[in-house]
Antibody, heavy 124, light 103 residues
Framework: QVQLQESGPGLVKPSQTLSLICTVS??????????WSWIRQHPEKGLEFIAY???????YYSPSFKGRTTVSIDTSKNHFSLKLTSVTAADTANYYC????????????????WGRGTLVTVSS | EIVLTQSPATLSLSPGERATLSCRAS??????LSWYQQKPGQAPRLLMF???KRATGIPARFSGSGSGTDFTLTISSLEPEDFAVYYC?????FGPGTKVDIK
């Protein structure tokens, strides 16, 4: 049973960089056809896809985040990370890491395993 | 970019009643529409994918239908644990959610 766990600072100052790590257990982030993803949710709001890292080394960033987001992996620690630069109060949200599968082979991702989420507040 | 609209925003029902949730896409989504359930303080959980396929461990009272731009999630008889928020998803877009609460 795969498990994902987010970790990182719960408070980030405006204009600084938000950095989170997702530690994966029960599965290797290398060697499978999964899309290791970051998704966020503003308090009492809906879900917003940020980015994914794919096993073959490919990354995809939502256009809403492209340019200030980096996703990378550390296979020795079996974790992947998110960096979001120049944060503002609008980036205050619950950040989830999740594992996605391509259900059809046409990049129709379904997120079937999620971390519990970590709340990041942007405030001075 | 596709936009997903969910209705109603809130559905107030009693245990044992049938729940019908709608998701409409601004452009064709073929059959590639998924549903997630989220309870307070928890991460979303995958319920359905490719419109009508139940994810692992999802009970048969949950069913999905539709194609193209109009999709429906039906809960045939609400159990106490079904009161939650439900999101539809296509590609990288999620709908705004429907809250199913106790009447």
């Amino acid at each position: 049973q795969v498990q994902l766990q987010e970790s990182g600072p719960g408070l980030v100052k405006p204009s600084q960089t938000l950095s989170l790590i997702c530690t994966v257990s029960g599965d290797s982030i290398r060697g499978g056809a999964y899309y290791w993803s970051w998704i966020r949710q503003h308090p009492e709001k809906g879900l917003e896809f940020i980015a994914y890292f794919y096993d073959s080394g490919n990354t995809y960033y939502s256009p809403s985040f492209k340019g200030r987001t980096t996703v990378s992996i550390d296979t020795s620690k079996n974790h992947f990370s998110l960096k979001l630069t120049s944060v503002t109060a609008a980036d205050t949200a619950n950040y989830y890491c999740a594992r996605a599968s391509d259900s059809s082979g046409f990049l129709t991702l379904i997120w079937d395993n999620w971390g519990r989420g970590t709340l990041v507040t942007v405030s001075s | 970019e596709i936009v997903l609209t969910q209705s109603p925003a809130t559905l107030s029902l009693s245990p044992g009643e049938r729940a019908t949730l709608s998701c409409r896409a601004s452009q064709g989504a073929s059959r590639f529409l998924s549903w997630y359930q989220q309870k307070p303080g928890q991460a979303p959980r995958l319920l359905m994918f490719e419109t009508s396929k139940r994810a692992t461990g999802i009970p048969a009272r949950f069913s999905g239908s539709g194609s193209g731009t109009d999709f429906t999630l039906t809960i045939s008889s609400l159990e106490p644990e079904d009161f939650a928020v439900y999101y539809c998803q296509h590609l990288f877009t999620f709908g705004p959610g429907t809250k199913v609460d106790i009447k």
